[in-house]
T-cell receptor, first 110, second 116 residues
Framework: DAKTTQPPSMDCAEGRAANLPCNHS???????VYWYRQIHSQGPQYIIH???NNETNEMASLIITEDRKSSTLILPHATLRDTAVYYCIVRGGGADGLTFGKGTHLIIQP | GAVVSQHPSWVICKSGTSVKIECRSLDFQATTMFWYRQFPKQSLMLMAT?????????EQGVEKDKFLINHASLTLSTLTVTSAHPEDSSFYIC????????????FGSGTRLTVV
């Protein structure tokens, strides 16, 4: 699976949009971009995934650049409960385990 | 949505004893289950992969005789930490994927193991 690079930490004001970047310049054509988050002392939670088109669900939006070398996860109206470590993961369609990087620790400020 | 139940959420055991952690898929058939370990302030590290009815595949550096994995049914996998030592203290998390499980992988809530 391709390697990803994320900033180690970010702050965002409550109620504002949180934009979390991820670089995956070695992504291959059949690899998806997945986002998970982990709230302290809990298991990771699936957020969203995409291949090349932008995606939106009830939790977030995923914007993938045209060359697919980077993406941005957008939490449109961040709340204090969105404080967590966010992981950007690139993987193909097999059933291998996920490879977690260090993620971005997003801190929502009141 | 897909739910994975993991028990216990925390356990304290004495050095030299064994501890069993259960992971159940509640509303889908988990054909493949994964076990991860997470040390404080570190990311999740994959320990092993198990397919229902087959022997688990362990990642490099993970002792298969110490971390026994059983995946005897499509809804249950167990991880037994044998002869636990303080250095085995960690956060253990299971994950499952399979039929009817939706996208990607569903994770359990984790088990905090403390060996004293």
């Amino acid at each position: 699976d391709a390697k990803t690079t994320q900033p180690p930490s970010m702050d965002c004001a409550e109620g504002r949009a949180a934009n979390l970047p991820c670089n995956h310049s070695t992504i291959s054509g059949n690899e998806y971009v997945y986002w998970y988050r982990q709230i302290h002392s809990q298991g990771p939670q699936y957020i969203i995934h995409g291949l090349k088109n932008n995606e939106t669900n009830e939790m977030a939006s995923l914007i993938i650049t045209e060359d697919r070398k980077s993406s941005t996860l957008i939490l449109p109206h961040a709340t204090l409960r969105d404080t967590a470590v966010y992981y950007c993961i690139v993987r193909g369609g097999g059933a291998d385990g996920l490879t977690f990087g260090k993620g971005t620790h997003l801190i929502i400020q009141p | 949505g897909a739910v994975v139940s993991q028990h216990p959420s925390w356990v304290i055991c004495k050095s030299g004893t064994s501890v069993k952690i259960e992971c159940r898929s509640l509303d889908f058939q988990a054909t493949t289950m994964f076990w991860y370990r997470q040390f404080p302030k570190q990311s999740l590290m994959l320990m092993a992969t198990s397919n229902e009815g087959s022997k688990a595949t362990y990642e490099q550096g993970v002792e298969k005789d110490k971390f026994l994995i059983n995946h005897a049914s499509l809804t249950l996998s167990t991880l037994t930490v044998t002869s636990a030592h303080p250095e085995d203290s960690s956060f253990y998390i299971c994950s499952a994927t399979g039929t009817g499980g939706g996208y990607g992988y569903t994770f359990g809530s984790g088990t905090r193991l403390t060996v004293v």
